[in-house]
């Protein structure tokens, strides 16, 4: 998948999306593409400058390493259409962090958060059922 080319983003998320660290979803049918293991899709918060995009940019990849690392999560990023369907349809605020599996949300964390409520809720998320909304 191409990298999110979009120059609003601060630069640690483009960065990280241009050099091919993390893909980008582009439309919702994208994530169907990720491969098998369960994926942090992060939202930056696309067309509005927020401050705490950079900062979840810079947690997200530890988040991966406490919660079992790179062979069980993925991260990706959600281009500015995907963020807007997933924005629409789980009614979230931005920046966010939505787990997928196989391809569909199973929940999803909004904005910035303590270390220890991240790590709670995103432990849930990746226990629940498939079918979950949070």
């Given at each position: ?14 960065r990280l999306s241009e050099a091919g660290a993390w ?112």
């Open positions: 998948m191409p990298p999110v080319a979009a120059p609003d983003l601060h630069p640690l998320v483009r893909p980008s979803v582009e439309t919702l049918e994208d994530a169907a593409t990720l491969d098998a293991r369960d994926h942090f899709l992060f939202l930056p918060s696309h067309g509005k400058a927020h401050l705490e995009s950079p900062d979840i940019a810079v947690v997200l990849p530890e988040l991966v390493k406490a919660l079992g690392g790179s062979e069980a999560i993925g991260i990706a990023i959600a281009g500015p259409k995907a963020e807007a369907a997933l924005r629409e349809t789980m009614s979230l605020a931005l920046p966010a962090i939505v787990v997928l599996r196989a391809g569909q949300p199973v929940g999803a964390i909004a904005r910035m958060r303590d270390w220890d409520e991240y790590l709670d809720k995103l432990r849930a998320l990746l226990a629940a059922p498939s079918a979950a909304t949070h």
